[in-house]
């Protein structure tokens, strides 16, 4: 005890600027929107490089296995692009398909949180911007958050404060999916009106009205519902196709005329 008593004494000085330094930086983040973008981005860069490290080293030993899965993947993701051709070709003589795919690795994953993120070995080196959709072979992931040069930060589907856009795949019937911080296979389906028929089994997909993720994609079943105290609107419980809390590679999606509609937004 005396000896670690004489060691704190010997570097004291060292010790006190270190602490110095970090309260500095804590101060500075908080206070400060630019030094807390950068200082999230040398975390991300360096949280990444070790995530990086420790997953080459696991996945060294399985690489055989880990091929099988991503080519089991990407045969899923052509049937998913074939059902999206089929559906423009059914509406349209002409084929108008604005999203392309680029696939990258799960660094880091939570799912324990009120509020995950991910890690993935992709960044704007390789084309990843932020606002872009990320999907699985079985259903969505969430949106990319920050990127630097090799890797990017996912915000979860599985994130109290994010919403997306879905409908039932059997009609016209738009409400918003939500995550309330409890099961990381359940999520709550909110402003479907009641006057629109539900049924347990209901299949739930992405309703196309935004940037992030094509129509279409299947994102779970109805589970259970009921009426909201106003009566105007059903409380509807959904049960996740995709197992969140397993995955290891990811499709990142490149909505090609994401710019154009941003414009066409920003001057509404």
Known sequence: MQQIFNILLRYKNFLIYIS???????????KS?????FINKISLSLSGSIHSVKNKTINYFDLFEKNQILKTE?????????????????????INFP????????LKNSFTNNRNYLIIDKGFKDGIYAEMGVISDDGLIGIINQTTENFSSVISILHKDIKLNMKFKKN???????????????????????INPV???????TGGMSSYFPEGIPIGTVISFKNTPSGNFYDIDVELFSNLTQKKY???????NSEEIKNLENNE
């Open 20 to 30: 110095l330094l970090f309260f500095s930086i804590v101060f500075l983040s908080k």
């Open 33 to 37: 929107f630019f030094h807390e973008s």
């Open 74 to 94: 990407n045969e899923k993701l052509k049937i998913y692009e074939l059902i999206y051709l089929n559906q423009e070709l059914e509406s349209s003589n002409t």
């Open 99 to 106: 999203f392309k795919t680029i696939g990258a690795k799960i």
């Open 172 to 194: 016209l019937s738009f409400g918003s999916l939500l995550w309330q911080g409890e099961s990381p296979n359940k999520m709550k389906l909110v402003d479907i009106a009641t």
């Open 199 to 205: 049924s347990i089994g209901d299949t739930i997909v």
């Open 250 to 256: 990811v499709y990142i999606i490149e909505n090609i």
